[in-house]
């Protein structure tokens, strides 16, 4: 599937962490995905490629959410075997808050404010 063909989501990850190697990791990330599938396997094949390319030593210290242009937050799946989406997702990598759409900048900087940590 071409980049053009795919659907924009966001990956939003805060927190405060723990482990040096996990330094750097808040932030918002772009991943393109299937746009066919349902709001739950789009969000488990975008956390695969998220995964697959952000190693997260403890994923305890952060919230990781999944959101669509507009912010809404993608369904779970009760039944889901890990890694079985990724080859419907594509990772785009990290993006400021001045290239992710209004309402996903506007759920980041509303939880790494200091009044919510």
Known sequence: M??????SVYVIVTG???????EGVEGIYAV?????????ERREAVLDQFHG???????????IMVVDGQGQQLDCLDDYESGS?????????????????EAVAAIY????????R
Do not use: C, Y
């Open 2 to 7: 071409l980049p053009q063909d795919m659907e």
């Open 16 to 22: 405060d962490w723990s482990d040096d190697e996990d």
């Open 32 to 40: 393109g995905v299937n746009p066919a599938l349902g709001s739950g």
């Open 53 to 63: 390319h952000i190693g997260i030593s403890v994923l305890d210290d952060f919230d």
């Open 85 to 101: 989406m990724e080859d419907e997702a594509d990772f785009w990598g990290s993006i400021g808050t001045e290239d992710a759409p």
């Open 109 to 116: 900087a509303r939880k790494t404010a200091p009044a919510a």
